[in-house]
Structure formats: structure tokens, C-alpha cells
């Protein structure tokens, strides 16, 4: 694949990191709202079950989101993001886009 702005070679194994990252993106945006369920989030984000449930897992293993399932019928899980890690950090690595 060739990029439409350069005409250099883009691996298909960039492109698809590029669409993982975006989707994280979307993630992370949707959580600096506040806490979310999954079902928010799943409306949210606009991605499969399993494409949600795999990004929600890297970025809980990365220490971004905390996931937390409250004690009722059925269980309620929450997602949000971690206080522990900065802000900045997670603006850095995901900013937030301008979309004015």
C-alpha cells in the first residue's frame, strides 16, 4: 500500500496499528468524560464486541483505563481512567483532537 501523500510503502502492519491506535483513541476520549459502563462504551466507540473487549484489555494492562465490576444483578462493569497515571501521559500518547 502506498501513502496518498508521500507515495512512500506503507506496511499493511502499519496500517493496522494506526487503526488499533484510533481506536484506542476513541477509547480514551469517551473515558475523559467520565466513568463509562461497557454498554456506553460499546455505543460509544463504534467497534465490534470483541475489537472493544481487546482494546479495553491493552489498555487496562498498560495501566490507562481501571475496570471495575460492582456487586449487583446482573454485575455492573465501569471503566475509567487511571488517576495514577497523568494526564499528560495519556494526552501525549493519544491527544486530543481539534475538531473546530
Not at 461497557?38 to 467497534?47: T, Y
Not at 444483578?73 to 497515571?85: A, C, I, M, V, W
Request: hydrophobic share 30%; glycine share 4%.
Amino acid at each position: 500500500m502506498k501513502c496518498p501523500h508521500c507515495g512512500k510503502e506503507i506496511s499493511n502492519k502499519l496500517v493496522g496499528d494506526l487503526i488499533v491506535q484510533s481506536e484506542e483513541e476513541v477509547i480514551l476520549s469517551s473515558l475523559r468524560e467520565g466513568e463509562k459502563q461497557w454498554s456506553d462504551l460499546e455505543k460509544e466507540v463504534g467497534v465490534s464486541k470483541v475489537t472493544l473487549n481487546k482494546r479495553l484489555k491493552k489498555l487496562i494492562q498498560q495501566e490507562y483505563v481501571i475496570r471495575e465490576v460492582r456487586p449487583s444483578f446482573p454485575p455492573q462493569t465501569f471503566y475509567r481512567l487511571n488517576e495514577n497515571k497523568k494526564l499528560a501521559d495519556i494526552n501525549r500518547i493519544f491527544p486530543v483532537k481539534d475538531n473546530g
